[in-house]
Protein backbone atom coordinates (compact mmCIF):
# COMPACT_ATOMS: atom_id res chain seq x y z
CA UNK A 1 0.00 0.00 0.00
CA UNK A 2 0.89 3.35 -0.66
CA UNK A 3 1.30 5.93 2.40
CA UNK A 4 -1.82 7.93 0.37
CA UNK A 5 -3.63 4.61 1.38
CA UNK A 6 -2.85 4.60 4.45
CA UNK A 7 -3.88 8.07 5.25
CA UNK A 8 -7.42 7.32 3.91
CA UNK A 9 -7.47 4.16 5.95
CA UNK A 10 -7.03 5.77 8.96
CA UNK A 11 -9.29 8.69 8.02
CA UNK A 12 -12.40 6.53 8.11
CA UNK A 13 -12.04 4.97 11.10
CA UNK A 14 -11.66 8.30 12.87
CA UNK A 15 -15.24 9.16 11.22
CA UNK A 16 -16.60 5.82 12.03
CA UNK A 17 -15.44 6.23 15.59
CA UNK A 18 -16.80 9.75 15.78
CA UNK A 19 -20.49 8.79 14.80
CA UNK A 20 -20.60 6.24 17.43
CA UNK A 21 -19.83 8.60 19.98
CA UNK A 22 -22.18 11.38 18.89
CA UNK A 23 -25.08 8.78 18.99
CA UNK A 24 -24.94 7.90 22.47
CA UNK A 25 -24.31 11.91 23.30
CA UNK A 26 -27.61 12.45 21.31
CA UNK A 27 -30.76 14.62 23.24
CA UNK A 28 -33.98 13.33 22.89
CA UNK A 29 -36.53 15.17 21.09
CA UNK A 30 -38.79 17.23 22.53
CA UNK A 31 -42.23 15.38 22.80
CA UNK A 32 -40.96 12.34 23.07
CA UNK A 33 -40.42 11.55 26.64
CA UNK A 34 -38.58 8.25 27.46
CA UNK A 35 -41.28 6.17 29.78
CA UNK A 36 -40.07 3.68 32.46
CA UNK A 37 -42.69 0.64 33.15
CA UNK A 38 -44.29 0.93 36.67
CA UNK A 39 -45.60 -2.13 38.86
CA UNK A 40 -49.30 -2.42 38.80
CA UNK A 41 -50.32 -2.49 42.39
CA UNK A 42 -51.92 -5.77 43.83
CA UNK A 43 -55.68 -6.28 43.84
CA UNK A 44 -57.36 -5.83 47.10
CA UNK A 45 -61.00 -7.01 48.65
CA UNK A 46 -62.84 -8.27 51.36
CA UNK A 47 -62.50 -11.70 52.54
CA UNK A 48 -63.06 -13.80 55.46
CA UNK A 49 -59.54 -14.50 57.67
CA UNK A 50 -59.85 -17.17 59.85
CA UNK A 51 -62.49 -20.13 60.60
CA UNK A 52 -65.58 -21.47 62.79
CA UNK A 53 -66.33 -18.84 65.95
CA UNK A 54 -62.73 -17.16 65.15
CA UNK A 55 -64.05 -15.88 61.92
CA UNK A 56 -64.03 -12.55 60.36
CA UNK A 57 -64.01 -10.40 57.58
CA UNK A 58 -61.29 -7.75 56.88
CA UNK A 59 -59.79 -6.14 53.55
CA UNK A 60 -56.77 -8.30 52.73
CA UNK A 61 -54.11 -7.74 49.39
CA UNK A 62 -53.30 -10.61 46.68
CA UNK A 63 -51.91 -12.34 47.04
CA UNK A 64 -51.91 -12.92 51.02
CA UNK A 65 -55.68 -13.20 50.40
CA UNK A 66 -56.85 -16.70 51.16
CA UNK A 67 -58.51 -19.04 49.01
CA UNK A 68 -62.27 -19.03 48.36
CA UNK A 69 -64.77 -21.84 48.57
CA UNK A 70 -68.45 -22.19 48.36
CA UNK A 71 -68.44 -23.07 52.23
CA UNK A 72 -66.91 -19.44 52.56
CA UNK A 73 -68.85 -18.07 50.39
CA UNK A 74 -71.83 -18.97 51.67
CA UNK A 75 -70.93 -17.31 55.13
CA UNK A 76 -69.92 -14.51 53.53
CA UNK A 77 -73.32 -13.81 51.81
CA UNK A 78 -75.35 -14.87 55.80
CA UNK A 79 -72.80 -12.14 56.98
CA UNK A 80 -73.67 -9.45 54.45
CA UNK A 81 -77.35 -9.69 55.64
CA UNK A 82 -77.84 -9.68 59.14
CA UNK A 83 -82.06 -9.89 58.73
CA UNK A 84 -81.84 -13.04 56.91
CA UNK A 85 -79.39 -14.45 59.67
CA UNK A 86 -81.22 -13.56 62.89
CA UNK A 87 -84.72 -14.18 61.46
CA UNK A 88 -84.00 -18.02 61.49
CA UNK A 89 -81.94 -17.74 64.94
CA UNK A 90 -85.21 -16.11 66.74
CA UNK A 91 -87.66 -18.75 65.65
CA UNK A 92 -85.35 -21.45 66.26
CA UNK A 93 -85.00 -20.02 69.84
CA UNK A 94 -88.73 -19.75 70.59
CA UNK A 95 -89.01 -23.02 68.99
CA UNK A 96 -86.71 -24.66 71.98
CA UNK A 97 -87.79 -22.68 74.41
CA UNK A 98 -91.81 -24.26 73.65
CA UNK A 99 -90.21 -27.88 73.81
CA UNK A 100 -88.75 -27.34 77.11
CA UNK A 101 -91.87 -25.92 78.89
CA UNK A 102 -93.98 -27.78 80.66
CA UNK A 103 -97.41 -28.06 79.46
CA UNK A 104 -98.15 -27.57 83.72
CA UNK A 105 -96.35 -26.33 86.48
CA UNK A 106 -96.71 -28.87 88.97
CA UNK A 107 -96.59 -27.08 92.69
CA UNK A 108 -95.05 -29.07 95.06
CA UNK A 109 -97.21 -30.31 98.15
CA UNK A 110 -96.84 -28.24 101.10
CA UNK A 111 -95.12 -29.43 104.17
CA UNK A 112 -96.12 -30.18 107.44
CA UNK A 113 -94.64 -29.39 110.89
CA UNK A 114 -94.34 -32.18 113.33
CA UNK A 115 -96.27 -32.68 116.17
CA UNK A 116 -95.04 -33.75 119.20
CA UNK A 117 -96.78 -34.64 122.44
CA UNK A 118 -95.17 -34.73 125.59
CA UNK A 119 -96.04 -36.96 128.41
CA UNK A 120 -93.92 -36.53 131.73
CA UNK A 121 -93.19 -39.68 134.65
CA UNK A 122 -92.88 -40.41 138.10
CA UNK A 123 -89.54 -41.90 139.48
CA UNK A 124 -89.03 -45.39 138.61
CA UNK A 125 -92.56 -45.42 136.64
CA UNK A 126 -93.76 -46.68 133.23
CA UNK A 127 -97.80 -46.97 133.98
CA UNK A 128 -100.17 -43.95 132.04
CA UNK A 129 -101.61 -41.47 134.14
CA UNK A 130 -105.28 -40.26 133.29
CA UNK A 131 -103.63 -36.81 132.08
CA UNK A 132 -101.53 -39.50 129.75
CA UNK A 133 -104.38 -41.38 128.32
CA UNK A 134 -106.72 -38.11 127.48
CA UNK A 135 -104.21 -36.67 125.73
CA UNK A 136 -103.48 -39.74 123.55
CA UNK A 137 -106.94 -40.11 123.19
CA UNK A 138 -107.61 -36.69 121.82
CA UNK A 139 -104.66 -37.09 119.52
CA UNK A 140 -105.82 -40.35 118.38
CA UNK A 141 -107.36 -39.69 114.49
CA UNK A 142 -104.46 -37.71 114.03
CA UNK A 143 -102.10 -40.16 115.21
CA UNK A 144 -103.77 -42.87 113.19
CA UNK A 145 -103.25 -40.84 110.01
CA UNK A 146 -99.69 -40.24 110.56
CA UNK A 147 -97.33 -41.08 107.75
CA UNK A 148 -94.40 -42.12 110.75
CA UNK A 149 -95.19 -41.89 114.60
CA UNK A 150 -91.81 -41.88 116.90
CA UNK A 151 -92.05 -42.43 120.16
CA UNK A 152 -89.39 -41.55 122.26
CA UNK A 153 -88.47 -42.76 125.78
CA UNK A 154 -85.95 -40.51 128.18
CA UNK A 155 -85.06 -41.28 132.33
CA UNK A 156 -83.05 -38.41 134.40
CA UNK A 157 -79.35 -39.00 135.72
CA UNK A 158 -80.73 -40.86 139.39
CA UNK A 159 -79.34 -44.41 139.27
CA UNK A 160 -77.21 -46.96 137.40
CA UNK A 161 -77.36 -47.28 133.36
CA UNK A 162 -79.21 -50.82 132.92
CA UNK A 163 -82.40 -49.94 135.21
CA UNK A 164 -83.11 -46.50 133.25
CA UNK A 165 -82.25 -48.07 129.79
CA UNK A 166 -85.01 -50.69 130.82
CA UNK A 167 -87.29 -47.87 132.43
CA UNK A 168 -86.75 -45.89 129.39
CA UNK A 169 -87.93 -48.71 126.99
CA UNK A 170 -90.93 -49.71 128.93
CA UNK A 171 -92.50 -45.80 128.66
CA UNK A 172 -92.16 -45.60 124.83
CA UNK A 173 -93.79 -49.36 124.84
CA UNK A 174 -96.91 -48.08 127.06
CA UNK A 175 -97.78 -45.60 124.84
CA UNK A 176 -96.98 -47.24 121.91
CA UNK A 177 -99.69 -49.95 122.95
CA UNK A 178 -102.30 -46.82 124.04
CA UNK A 179 -101.67 -45.42 120.79
CA UNK A 180 -102.62 -48.57 119.23
CA UNK A 181 -106.22 -49.14 120.92
CA UNK A 182 -107.33 -45.59 120.94
CA UNK A 183 -106.39 -44.91 117.11
CA UNK A 184 -109.37 -45.73 114.65
CA UNK A 185 -106.75 -46.36 112.08
CA UNK A 186 -102.87 -47.62 112.39
CA UNK A 187 -99.90 -45.61 112.06
CA UNK A 188 -98.35 -46.81 108.57
CA UNK A 189 -94.81 -46.55 110.51
CA UNK A 190 -94.47 -46.54 114.33
CA UNK A 191 -91.01 -46.78 115.90
CA UNK A 192 -89.64 -46.58 119.24
CA UNK A 193 -86.31 -44.88 120.37
CA UNK A 194 -85.18 -45.56 124.17
CA UNK A 195 -82.65 -44.40 125.47
CA UNK A 196 -81.49 -43.65 129.75
CA UNK A 197 -79.19 -41.32 130.92
CA UNK A 198 -79.59 -39.57 127.65
CA UNK A 199 -80.54 -36.34 125.68
CA UNK A 200 -82.05 -33.99 128.76
CA UNK A 201 -84.03 -31.51 127.85
CA UNK A 202 -83.36 -29.53 131.33
CA UNK A 203 -81.09 -29.81 134.24
CA UNK A 204 -81.20 -32.78 136.48
CA UNK A 205 -80.22 -30.52 139.80
CA UNK A 206 -83.61 -29.59 140.85
CA UNK A 207 -86.88 -31.96 141.04
CA UNK A 208 -88.25 -30.29 138.48
CA UNK A 209 -85.46 -30.32 136.06
CA UNK A 210 -85.84 -34.14 136.81
CA UNK A 211 -88.93 -34.38 136.16
CA UNK A 212 -89.13 -32.70 132.35
CA UNK A 213 -86.31 -35.43 131.63
CA UNK A 214 -88.65 -38.73 132.44
CA UNK A 215 -90.57 -38.25 129.47
CA UNK A 216 -91.95 -39.93 126.48
CA UNK A 217 -91.98 -38.08 123.38
CA UNK A 218 -94.51 -38.80 120.60
CA UNK A 219 -93.20 -37.48 117.29
CA UNK A 220 -95.60 -37.42 114.08
CA UNK A 221 -96.78 -36.10 110.78
CA UNK A 222 -99.88 -35.95 109.76
CA UNK A 223 -101.40 -36.54 106.26
CA UNK A 224 -103.33 -34.24 104.46
CA UNK A 225 -106.37 -36.81 104.47
CA UNK A 226 -108.94 -35.88 106.50
CA UNK A 227 -106.91 -33.35 108.84
CA UNK A 228 -106.93 -29.73 108.96
Known sequence: MTRVHDIAMTSASAAVILFAFSSCTLPAKQGHAIETPQAK??????????????????????????????????????AAD???????????????????????VSKPAPQRKPQVLVLEFATDSAVLTPAHRTLLSNAAKALGLAERVLIVGRTDNVGPDSPN?????????????????????????????????????????????RARNRRVEVVFTTSSEGVP
Open 41 to 78: PNASHIAQLERGRDAYFAQCVEPACPTTTPKTLAVAVA
Open 165 to 209: QAIALARAGAVRDHIKRVSPAQPHDIRIDARGLCCYIASNDTPEG
Open 82 to 104: PQTQLQPSIQGNARALESVAPAE
